[in-house]
């Protein structure tokens, strides 16, 4: 943690200002029940990341990694530990005003589409919100602006769709308000916490391939958190594989599904189901996510980790270059050199 | 008198997502008819309200009016005197009907206060969370403990009489001490619509906290709200009437509780009086049950798990474990 | 045990508030009301006792709040609750011949009522639809008429109009025919049973309603569990899987009781007024008629502390049942 | 609706014996004017140590074919016909006996529940008892179908079932809040097999749990089965899983069956459009990266079925006959293996689009076509 000299930006690479930069997020949670006092939860460890216009960034990662908290961090819902966040390259603030235009740059979209919208509210009640609270369209501008929205997620006839309720809509159908919802603040930066894991299989690729649109034709930065990488891959340009509240490995998405370099995506991808694979998967290490209230020291995943080495106890592995702009932290990696320093 | 119930609060602790939907083990389309104990319970409650409303007005005497005799002991009812007099010669059912207006809007009015009281509470305290919470949680299960109805008896005798007919001040000290159930139970729902998605996409879309709390949240706690709004009338309609039935408070226009206070102080029941004890006595547990059943009704549409079955629908026995076999052949032979 | 400690601590913190209360119910009295009152008994009491009433409430004492206040703690705590202005005796005397008939009345009532309409409601939801399951909504009458209505429509029925129990009172004084002395003979104590009836019946049908709703809904929430019907695949006998979801429904129904035991509590005092019957209801009545402040104190805060003693056993019973609320942090 | 089928064995190809038999089963929620169909005319057979995939999405009816297939369906869950045969063996090469499971009673429910046929639940947080002992949810069923068993040797037979799943003996007294996600799973797997049934039937049983945990208790699952042999209906809408997982898969939608054939036949040469659709749903891992549609429109909901083929409205090759008439399963006659489908593109003398008329892996020959040949009494 602390022997992390300089901070690897993970997150596709383009040229220019990139539209949200988030330098070196920490989360600590303190722990609130009696004997617990002055203890944490280090949901997220020194995380930086770059999300430029006309990408997807996807983060990938077991439930606890610390995915769904950076998703989180990242929308101002939640105040870093440390850390802070670059929108277009200048510091976000923290008074109301400026956490108020912040919400109109960077919107999030929930996992549970039967939960993301109040069952007391319209669809209409639901986009007109943002636009009411964001822009000046006000009467007959701001039902066709609802409408066009509801149409730019593919839900036609708009009209029709502004008048139901949460529960006329199926379950695709509720996650593309939520996205029309999203787009209604007029975003730069879209962040999605696992949008299609509670739909139907076969409307997931619908809605991923809605997120893959708005990517070219609304510049959009995009967030895409999943615990499933194979959908990382199809959507994602770039992948970012987190464990126990840090970034393991970070680089291009068909990259880092072809050749991982990191022990812990190599497990994630053996143990995703495949059905191309021609013979049994062979589990590449064991056991179960550590606490991140007494995290392991070095290398958080050196318990579960077949090439385990004993400089994986002692220090955290700094990011080292694993391949074109892919990046991995794990020992494994470091020149000669370093190792047999540390060894010395 | 009623408590709020437990499968409620256990509804609100867990809205559980249901991963598989499709099963529709209760199907929306039937729910659009109120269940016959809302229609029952409201028919009640309003023959009440409209008692309450009109009563006084309809009475056929004035409450100091006094029947055209000089005996001291009770009629009992005849046709012109419906519910017969008092021992002094006063229409028990004109009473009956002025008394109403009294008790019911006791009732109502410290229901209104105590359900203000409650989701201001339960609101604050769930949605705020923290040191808040704590202390207001602690705040309302200490007035749980209280004995409420014992320490209104204390605190209300030695108020000064134009106090103790001041119908705003008894239904707010009424409220005081009633409003801390209705907050439990709001603070538990709060607390589970606090993590909802479409609250936290209302802040991500930058809402404003008092904006989420109003439109957000409360219209979903409304059947919670109306839950408790009703157990408080109904808790108000108790405590009302025993304060008048044991003196502790005397209405200038008179209640229920009054009536029932002079039967009891004229041993109307050794005597053998019933018209003029059971009327009130009835009334008071009429609307209880009214409201009761309103209740009953919302309790189901916020958990329609339990909604009480019909014995033997379709002649299908249901039996958890032993999933019925009706064959086709058997269903036409019903449908013949 | 974190839990138990906090919720120790909470009714440590609430029998504190009950005192406190206590203690500044009289000096709340609007005007000079006391002062009033005080002058009233001036005649039925000594002057020295006059005087020592007149230094309790802090009424021409020299003794600042804070110090009365202590010295209130101080004797509450070692049980003199002062003496009762209207019985002209120690207000602990008064109590204690009055919560035996109480606690013997109530507390006997407010349990059997739990435990039977528990038991009623396990098999109403277990059997949801049956017979049991069908009266259920006939229970909303007791449920929400007022215990003491609904204790003065016992007492019309029963009493006055069919003669088959009496009409008020805890026994029987005199009789024409048998000489009653108290304690633990047959002809008292079946006069004892026989007034009991009425008052108990009417605290348990009261409150009976509430517990066998309440269990009865938790009963079918819990039914819809993934235990139960696991219990049902395992081949175990039905009765094994009722008890498995009645052994977890049962959890809510404690903590409601919590919730509901002071209300209980106080509709079952009630009753005692309606049936005359010697108890701490009826004293408290007495009490309040005759503005004997010392009495009301003591009343109130014997009822509140039973009140809470009563939610620490539920919540005990709670942290028993319940192996997640022992959930060591 | 085609008939209700009636015989016994339709492709009495596999040597091996049948342990379950499902004859045209239908499950309906309510009863009467309410009543809306949640399966229809589900049948297949399931042979001893066979691995059926039951797939499909939310409101496929596949836990509703589960469920009542063990009767343990819910209220308002009602079974309206049809037949499951379950062929009990009391001993190891003993005799046979066939139970319907829908005639059989309370008592005789019991007695083969658990022994012979038991289940694993989606949600292992929510399928143990809370409130009890992993040992005493372990041992109860030893107590109540092996009776003369002493107390020492339910103990030690579930400190044994423990092992099986590479739990320590130490977590018989903890409860199950105390343990993980996979642990309370794999606890709800010893379970199941604690008196070796010849049936598990398994409800999403990983569907909860991270993809790390899902694979290891998957291993360690089939390692079981090759030991213990019993049969698993595997229950998920997870085709990618079944791919790997399953001998045979079971493709549902909308309360029917409309392909049925082994895993390695159905991964390479789908026959129902949906099966291929489901199959093109998945991202590959591997390869070239290339835009994917899934399958456009929504499952329909229960009451409001549409006419003819169910899947008509959301399929890309539908014509004429599927919003008429509604397509029974039928046997493919040209291929190696069992399988059925129920797809009008298949029957008579229509040529089925390319990606449904792949060969079979191992033949030569392209999907064979029915001459109307159905299972039951279709003809």
């Known amino acids: 943690m602390t022997e992390t000299s300089t901070a690897v930006v993970h997150g596709p690479k383009r040229e220019g200002v990139p539209a949200l930069e988030a330098r070196r997020l920490t989360k600590h949670f303190p722990l609130t029940s009696l004997g617990e006092r002055g203890r944490v939860v280090h949901a997220v460890e020194d995380v930086s990341l770059a999300l430029p216009e006309k990408t997807v960034t996807a983060v990938v990662g077991e439930s606890g990694s610390g995915k769904s908290t950076l998703a989180r961090l990242l929308t101002g819902l939640i105040k870093p530990t440390s850390g802070e966040l670059l929108l277009d390259g200048s510091p976000v603030g923290t008074s109301a005003r400026e956490r108020r235009a912040y919400t109109s740059d960077v919107h999030l979209v929930l996992q549970d589409p039967f939960s993301s919208l109040n069952a007391a509210h319209s669809v209409k009640y639901h986009i007109e919100r943002p636009l009411k609270l964001h822009t000046k369209l006000r009467g007959a501008e701001l039902e066709a602006k609802t409408v066009e929205l509801l149409e730019r997620v593919s839900l036609h006839p708009g009209t029709d769709f502004a008048a139901k309720f949460p529960h006329e809509l199926s379950g695709g159908q509720r996650q593309r308000v939520a996205i029309a919802r999203g787009l209604a603040v007029g975003p730069r930066v879209l962040l999605a916490d696992e949008p299609v894991s509670m739909l139907d299989v076969s409307i997931r690729l619908g809605v991923l391939n809605l997120f893959d649109e708005l990517r070219e034709n609304e510049n959009l930065a995009i967030l895409y958190v999943t615990h499933d990488i194979a959908s990382a891959r199809y959507l994602a340009d770039t992948i970012v594989v987190m464990y126990a509240g840090e970034v393991v490995e970070s680089g291009p998405a068909t990259q880092i599904t072809d050749s991982p370099q990191h022990p812990y995506t190599q497990l994630l991808l053996s143990a995703a189901p495949d059905p191309s694979r021609g013979q049994a998967p062979v589990l590449r290490g064991k056991g179960s996510p550590p606490s991140l209230v007494t995290p392991p020291t070095g290398c958080r995943f050196h318990p579960r980790c077949p090439f385990a080495m004993p400089v994986c106890e002692e220090r955290t592995p700094p990011p080292l270059p694993a391949g074109a702009d892919q990046v991995a932290a794990c020992w494994l990696l470091a020149p000669p050199t370093a190792e047999a320093a540390s060894a010395g | 008198m009623t408590s709020l119930d437990p499968a409620l609060a256990a509804a609100a602790a867990d809205p559980a997502p249901q991963l598989e939907p499709a099963a529709p083990r209760h199907s929306r389309t039937r729910r659009h008819r109120p269940p016959a104990k809302v229609l029952v319970g409201g028919a009640i409650t309003l023959f009440f309200v409209l008692m309450a409303l009109f009563g006084p007005l309809l009475a056929p005497h004035s409450a100091s009016w006094v029947a055209n005799t000089t005996n001291g002991t009770p009629q009992a009812p005849t046709g012109s005197l419906w519910l017969g007099t008092d021992n002094m010669q006063h229409d028990l059912f004109s009473l009956l009907l002025i008394g109403s207006r009294s008790t019911l809007l006791i009732a109502f009015l410290a229901g209104a206060i105590a359900t203000v009281l409650s989701v201001a509470v339960g609101v604050t305290a769930g949605y705020v969370g923290g040191v808040a919470d704590e202390i207001l949680s602690a705040l309302s299960n200490i007035f749980l403990a209280l004995p409420g109805l014992l320490i209104l008896m204390v605190i209300i005798s030695p108020l000064p009489v134009p106090d103790k007919g001041n119908s705003f001040v008894i239904g707010l000290v009424v409220a005081i001490t009633s409003w801390a159930y209705g907050a439990r139970a709001l603070r538990a729902q709060t607390l589970a619509l606090r993590g909802q998605d479409y609250v936290v996409s209302a802040r991500v879309i930058g809402e404003r906290r008092i904006r989420i709390i109003l439109f957000e949240i409360v219209p979903n706690l409304l059947p919670i709200v109306a839950a408790s709004f009703i157990f408080t009338v109904i808790y108000g309609l108790g405590v009302y009437v025993a304060l008048c039935y044991l003196g502790v408070v005397s209405p200038s226009s008179g209640s229920w509780g009054t009536m029932l ?16 004890y059971l009327p009130p006595a009835l009334a008071v547990a009429l609307v209880g049950l009214g409201l009761a059943l309103l209740n009953f009704g919302i309790d189901e549409i916020i958990n329609p798990r339990i909604r009480s079955a019909r014995t033997g629908r379709g002649g299908v026995k249901f039996q958890l474990g032993l999933t019925p076999v009706v064959r086709a052949a058997a269903r036409e032979g019903d449908a013949r | 045990m974190s839990l138990l400690i906090r919720r120790i601590g909470f009714y440590v913190l609430a029998a504190y508030a009950a005192i406190t209360l206590n203690f500044f119910i009289p000096r709340l009295l609007p005007g000079n009301a006391l002062d009033a009152v ?42 003199n609750f002062g003496f009762s202005t209207s019985k002209q005796v120690p207000v602990s005397t008064v109590l204690g011949g009055e919560l035996p008939w109480t606690v013997g009345l109530i507390g006997t009532a407010t349990v059997l009522a739990f435990l039977l309409g528990t038991l009623i409601g396990v ?87 509430g517990w066998i709703v309440g269990m009865r809904n ?106 997640r609320s022992r959930r060591e942090a | 609706m085609s008939a209700r089928v009636t015989d016994t064995d339709a492709a009495p190809r596999s040597p ?132 003369d068993m002493a107390a020492a040797d339910r103990r030690a037979r579930a400190v044994e079932l423990l092992g099986m799943v590479g739990i320590t003996a130490d977590r018989l007294r903890a409860y199950p809040h105390e343990l993980s996600g996979g642990m309370r799973q794999r606890v709800m797997i010893a379970m199941a097999l604690a008196l070796e049934p010849s049936l598990v039937l398994m409800d999403e049983p990983t569907t909860a749990l991270d993809v790390v945990t899902q694979r290891e208790i998957l291993d360690e699952l089939m390692q079981l089965r090759e030991r213990l042999g019993f049969a698993v209906i595997f229950i998920t809408h997870d085709l990618s899983l079944l791919l790997e997982l399953a001998d045979t898969i079971a493709i549902m939608y909308a309360g029917r069956l409309v392909e049925l054939a082994a895993a390695t036949d159905l991964a390479a040469a789908p026959r129902h459009p949906y099966s291929l659709g489901l199959l093109s749903s998945f991202p590959a891992l591997h390869g070239e990266r290339v835009k994917m549609t899934g399958i456009p429109g929504a499952p329909p909901s229960l009451r409001t079925m549409p006419d003819g083929c169910k899947f008509h409205p959301r399929c890309p090759h539908a014509f004429e006959r599927c919003s008429a008439e509604e397509p029974s399963l039928l046997a493919l006659p040209g291929s190696r293996t069992r399988r059925t489908v129920s797809c009008w593109l298949h029957v008579g003398d229509r040529v089925p689009p390319e990606a449904l008329g792949r060969p079979d892996p191992g033949t030569d020959a392209g999907a064979g076509h029915t001459q109307d040949v159905a299972i039951g009494g279709h003809s």
């Open chain 4, 16 to 147: 091996a014996e049948a342990v379950l038999d499902v004859r045209g089963l239908c499950v309906d929620y309510g009863v009467g004017r309410d009543a809306v169909r949640a399966v229809t005319d589900v049948s297949f057979t399931l042979r001893r140590g066979e691995v059926l995939g039951l797939a499909g999405e939310s409101g496929s009816g596949k836990s509703t074919l589960a469920y009542a297939i063990t009767r343990l369906l819910r209220a308002p869950g009602v079974i309206t016909g049809g037949e499951v045969f379950f062929h009990q063996r009391s001993a190891p090469g003993g005799p046979v006996r066939k139970v319907d499971l829908l005639e059989a009673d309370a008592r005789e429910l019991a007695g083969i529940r658990w022994v012979d046929l038991s289940m694993v639940f989606q949600s292992a947080m929510h399928a143990l008892n809370p409130v009890a002992r992993i040992e005493s949810q372990l041992t109860d069923v030893l107590k109540r179908h092996r009776p």
């Open chain 2, 261 to 276: 206070q002079g039967a009891q102080s004229n041993s109307a029941i050794g005597n053998g009086w019933w018209w003029w």
């Open chain 3, 38 to 79: 005080l002058t009233t008994m001036r005649g039925e009491i000594t002057p020295q006792e006059l005087a020592g009433m007149a230094a309790q409430y802090g009424i021409d004492s020299k003794q600042s709040l804070l110090a009365q206040y202590f010295t209130y703690i101080g004797h509450t705590l070692s049980g």
């Open chain 3, 218 to 323: 938790m009963m079918i929430t819990t039914m819809d569990e993934d235990y139960v019907l696991v219990a049902c695949a395992k081949g175990l006998p039905r009765w094994r899987a009722m008890a498995i979801a009645a052994r977890n429904a049962i959890l809510p129904t404690i903590s409601n009781f919590t919730l509901s035991i002071s209300l209980v509590v106080t509709g079952a005092i009630l009753v005692e007024v309606v049936f005359n019957y010697p108890g701490v209801g009826l004293e408290m009545f007495n009490a309040v008629q005759s503005t004997d402040y010392p009495l009301i104190q003591g009343i109130l805060l014997v009822v509140t502390l039973a009140v809470l003693i009563a939610n620490l056993l539920a919540d005990f019973a709670y942290i028993v049942l319940d192996p």
């Open chain 3, 123 to 209: 098999i109403a939801g277990w059997k949801r639809g049956g017979l049991i399951d069908a009266v259920v909504p006939v229970s909303a009458f007791f449920q929400a008429v007022p215990y003491f209505i609904l204790g003065l429509l016992l007492l019309i029925i029963f009493g006055a109009d069919l003669h088959w129990f009496p009409i008020g009172g805890g026994y029987d004084a005199t009789s024409r025919t048998v000489t009653y002395v108290q304690g633990w003979n047959w002809p008292y104590m079946s006069s004892v049973l026989q007034h009991a009836v009425l008052p108990a019946a009417t605290v348990v049908l009261a409150s009976i309603a």
